[in-house]
């Protein structure tokens, strides 16, 4: 899987951008232009902010081609306020003080009317304040993150603590044990997941054997998994993330941690994440998110937006939840419908109607922001790795409430 994340701007260029029509205005800027114009009030302008080379270009490139899909659907359809669209994409390159000055180009140079973008927190933590507080602009994150982000301007897109926490552990304490632990990549967001996860854990009867943080670099695991097999642990709930997840799951197998009856669990897991190792080493896997592959299956609306993804974007780059995509989709099509109700583009008009958007359709169900939120409402799904493959195994009644801010 990862051979295809450390992206050269050429082969950026080659592969996506002149085949989009995106016209590069700069090193790790790019513009695409509408079919159409107005010349009264111009285009409105949106800008992307991702990762297109670096470590997680995979989820980048991804959430750069759904924007591009979103933005030319919205154009087809005679644009917003009757102009159309101006799509604006800067690479954050998976390094914060690059992606700080590429992301003041959006503000100062494009004059972007919104921006969608950042993967991780870091990220987010890095380039919100150029976006909101400096540039004075809309910004749209469209991750699932750890939470706690309650910036006013800054609206969240992707599933929280809460939503991925308090269906799914019940469910991994019955159908894999009360024994956890909790090993990390030690940065924000596993920090602040786990304290959440703990107290899920313990106030359903779990108990947290151990949680332990390692650098992001990290690739021997060796007494992790010795502490894991003495310790008889029922479910590792990781955090642990490229490069060190693939190593650390083949060596969890080899010791026969699932061979002996062990869970594996982990909320970021999706279509991308489940190549990083041979399907009998993750077999089990659990993970909870807010779309799945597998739900093209049974809806028509998750079926017409993976095929039209698919058709315009063929190739290693996935629509997947875990890296932002379905985050990125609807974070667009609840700005669409924010922009349609306050009838003009400026950012305290669009904020007040974006604080309660509602979408009918998108990834994995509707969604709808919650007032004085900022964040958003979705379905959620439980879902197992089965030969390589999801099943869907659990799912939310409704709309799950982020419980933030």
């Not at 919100?128 to 699932?144: C, E, F, M, N, S």
């Not at 909790?182 to 313990?202: C, D, F, G, M, Q």
């Not at 077999?283 to 299956?297: H, N, P, R």
């Not at 609840?334 to 009918?360: F, N, P, T």
Request: aromatic share 10%; proline share 5%; hydrophobic share 40%.
């Amino acid at each position: 899987m990862f051979d295809r994340v450390n992206l050269t701007r050429r082969r950026f260029l080659s592969n996506l951008a002149f085949a989009s029509g995106a016209i590069a205005t700069g090193v790790g800027s790019w513009v695409i232009r509408p079919d159409w114009a107005n010349a009264a009030e111009g285009p409105i302008k949106v800008g992307i902010a991702t990762d297109l080379t670096g470590p997680i270009a995979y989820a980048g490139n991804a959430d750069a081609n759904v924007a591009k899909m979103v933005i030319k659907e919205i154009n087809n359809s005679g644009g917003l306020l009757g102009r159309p669209l101006e799509l604006y994409i800067e690479d954050t390159a998976s390094n914060e003080s690059v992606a700080v000055g590429n992301v003041r180009k959006l503000i100062q140079r494009d004059k972007v009317d919104m921006v969608l973008g950042g993967i991780t927190s870091s990220m987010r933590n890095a380039i919100k304040d150029p976006i909101v507080a400096r540039g004075k602009t809309l910004y749209i994150y469209p991750q699932l993150y750890e939470g706690k982000e309650c910036t006013p301007y800054l609206f969240c897109t992707g599933p929280t603590p809460a939503q991925q926490c308090d269906e799914f552990i019940p469910w991994l304490i019955k159908n894999g044990g009360k024994k956890f632990a909790l090993p990390s990549a030690n940065y924000v967001w596993p920090h602040t997941l786990n304290v959440y996860a703990r107290k899920v854990i313990e106030s359903n009867g779990g108990e947290v054997v151990f949680e332990e943080y390692y650098p992001l670099d990290q690739i021997d695991f060796s007494a992790t998994v010795n502490r894991i097999i003495s310790n008889k642990v029922d479910v590792v709930f990781n955090t642990v993330i490229p490069p060190g997840v693939g190593p650390f799951f083949k060596q969890l197998y080899e010791a026969g941690f699932l061979k002996n009856g062990g869970r594996l669990a982990c909320v970021y897991y999706d279509e991308n994440t489940l190549n990083i190792n041979q399907a009998n080493e993750i077999e089990g896997l659990a993970s909870c998110l807010d779309y799945f592959k597998v739900l093209t299956k049974e809806d028509p609306v998750n079926a017409k937006i993976q095929a039209a993804y698919e058709k315009d974007f063929p190739g290693n780059f996935l629509f997947a939840a875990g890296s932002a995509a379905t985050g990125t989709y609807r974070g667009l099509k609840l700005w669409e419908a924010a922009v349609k109700e306050a009838g003009k583009i400026d950012r305290e008009s669009v904020a007040a109607a974006l604080d309660h958007a509602k979408i009918a359709e998108g990834p994995g169900g509707p969604a709808e922001m919650v007032p004085g939120q900022r964040h958003c409402k979705m379905k959620m799904y439980t879902a197992v790795a089965k030969g390589g493959n999801y099943e869907i195994v659990g799912r939310s009644d409704g709309l799950v409430d982020p419980k933030e801010c």
